[in-house]
């Protein structure tokens, strides 16, 4: 599992607090409070922004020094009496209803806690139409926040453990309170909890989802294109600072899972899907800081975060490259698929490159040609080197340490070559594959040695077992359009999900995921 994230599944019960945070009572507030800071002649600003999260004694006591401790009781009671009267616009807050209704459906006990006393905030829950099976107020403690008793004493009437109780809260005394009594906390208004939220509904809906196994079902996923999605520092070029700076947008929209794009150092000749270092982020996304950064705010929104996995091919200045192509018995040498030219000096075989042109390029310091299904700057890796296959695992087992979620696998069915490396046939006249993307004569091609050879089915069952130990997903780009054969890839422990291009053949282009087992 990630570090960083809240597991909401362990959550036993909802500790919620209720002025500004269960219920909408902004306006009756700031009307008391207003009213009591003219009657003490004292700036109304300056009474509002003390007042929030305390209870009216501690807010009285601190605005007002020079009272004894009667007249503070006396002038906290009065404002007291500035609110009793006065419930006109008090309802429930934006997701409240979503909520409780979840936590019903769930069988999750929950609780409010408030500093306001017991005849206020039955008013206010009268008024919201809320009856909470537990009510904690400035009544039932000695010491309100941020002092945790009132917390401690909610969670020990529903007889739970404090570090299974999630506390809901919307102002820094009751998220330090929350944090002294042991619990998790999520926070409303931009505040830092362990969990941030844009409301309530969204807290319904993470908790529910949390229930759900595995995490990845049914959840809604959205796909980040890092240079163009948003520019954090101005330079015209989209990087992961700018991602984070969009995701309440995000998460209002229901996100569950964000796909990022290659954030690798890279030289771009391929949108960054040519990768330079599996283990450093390019500097013009950000660097190392943005993605912890940008990992560390997508958890605390109940998100998850999967990279894109280029494994297929590298860069051709990735160093593992550079070596290989130094010498024939570099150590790096079969991490990629060498052959010596044809008895014409021509390439080994008759594959094709996406892009146009020969899948091969002879390379003049070790007089063979080097294998690439897309362009010469991508060479392609040899899956039936071992010492390549530990290293990629070991590069799985970096980012999921690191934080990452899973993997978007990229051209996921490619990986492994035919071991002769056979020509392919043609296909019959008049007959062409339905593949977008790639080039005329590539169509021409019946694929049968290059592309979708059963051995990549052991490469997904190794990173299964991987992705598995960390409760990561992997979702592999497989354009298979025969829905039995794309079925073969999510067999088993092999792939999570895949997605299904058969939905592409359309006027529209849409995309759809076929889940593990599901043909």
């Known amino acids: 599992m990630g570090q960083g994230r809240l597991d909401l599944a362990r959550v036993e019960g909802v500790l919620l607090d209720m002025d500004g945070t269960l219920v909408d009572s902004d306006g009756t507030v700031e009307r008391a409070w207003s009213a009591w800071a003219g009657e003490y002649g004292l700036d109304v600003e300056t009474v509002l922004t003390a007042a929030h999260g305390h209870p009216a004694v501690r807010t009285a006591r601190r605005l007002l020094p020079g009272l004894g401790e009667e007249a503070v009781r006396a002038a906290a009671q009065r404002q007291y009496e500035l609110e009793y009267d006065d419930a006109s616009d008090v309802t429930a807050a934006v997701g409240a209803r979503d909520l409780l209704a979840a936590l019903d459906r769930m069988g999750l006990p929950w609780a409010v806690v408030t500093t306001s006393d017991d005849r206020l905030a039955k008013q206010r829950l009268h008024a919201a139409g809320i009856d909470p099976p537990v009510l904690v107020t400035l009544d ?8 945790p008793e009132g917390y401690l004493r909610a969670a020990a009437l529903l007889g739970i453990a404090p570090s299974a109780c999630l506390v809901v809260e919307d102002s820094p005394p009751g998220l ?8 998790p906390t999520a926070a409303l208004r931009g505040l830092d909890g362990d969990l941030r939220l844009p409301d309530l509904g969204r807290l319904a809906s993470l908790l529910e ?6 995490w990845w079902r049914d959840a809604v996923g959205y796909q980040v294109y890092l240079p163009s999605f948003a520019d954090g520092d101005g330079d015209g070029w989209g990087d992961l600072a700018g991602v984070c700076s969009h995701l309440d947008h995000l998460a209002r929209l229901g996100v569950d899972v964000l796909w990022l794009t290659p954030f690798f150092r890279s030289p771009m000749r391929d ?3 040519d990768v330079a270092d599996y283990r450093a982020v390019d500097p013009s996304f950000g660097g190392e800081a943005a993605l912890d950064e940008l990992l560390a705010q997508a958890h605390r929104r109940g998100m998850r975060v999967i990279g894109d996995l280029v494994v297929n091919h590298t860069s051709d200045a990735h160093p593992w490259f550079t070596a290989a192509a130094s010498s024939r018995t570099d150590p790096h040498r079969d991490h990629y698929i060498w052959r010596d030219p ?8 008759n594959w094709l490159s996406h892009f146009g042109g020969p899948a091969w390029t002879f390379s003049p310091a070790t007089g063979q040609y080097y294998l690439h299904l897309f362009r010469p700057e991508q060479p392609d890796l040899n899956w039936r080197d071992p010492a390549l296959a530990a290293e990629i695992d070991a590069v799985l087992e970096y980012w999921l340490d690191r934080g990452l979620d899973g993997f978007r696998v990229d051209t996921a069915a490619y990986l492994v070559k035919d071991a002769d490396l056979r020509d392919n046939p043609s296909l019959p006249p008049g007959r062409i594959l339905p593949a977008r993307g790639v080039t005329m004569d590539w169509r021409r091609q019946d694929h049968r040695h290059d592309i979708h050879q059963p051995d990549v089915h052991a490469v997904h069952e190794r990173w299964r077992r991987i992705a598995d130990r960390h409760d990561a997903f992997l979702v592999g780009e497989v354009y298979e359009l025969d829905p039995h054969a794309l079925a073969r890839f999510v067999d088993g422990e092999r792939l999570h999900s895949s997605f299904w291009f058969g939905l592409c053949r359309g006027d529209s282009v849409v995309s759809s995921l076929v889940g593990a087992g599901q043909p």
């Open 342 to 349: 044809a008895p014409d000096g021509g390439p080994p075989n």
């Open 271 to 273: 949108h960054g899907y």
């Open 176 to 183: 330090a309170a929350g944090r002294a009594a042991g619990m």
């Open 140 to 147: 039932d403690v000695r010491a309100a926040k941020p002092d």
């Open 209 to 214: 989802r949390s229930r759900v196994r595995p």
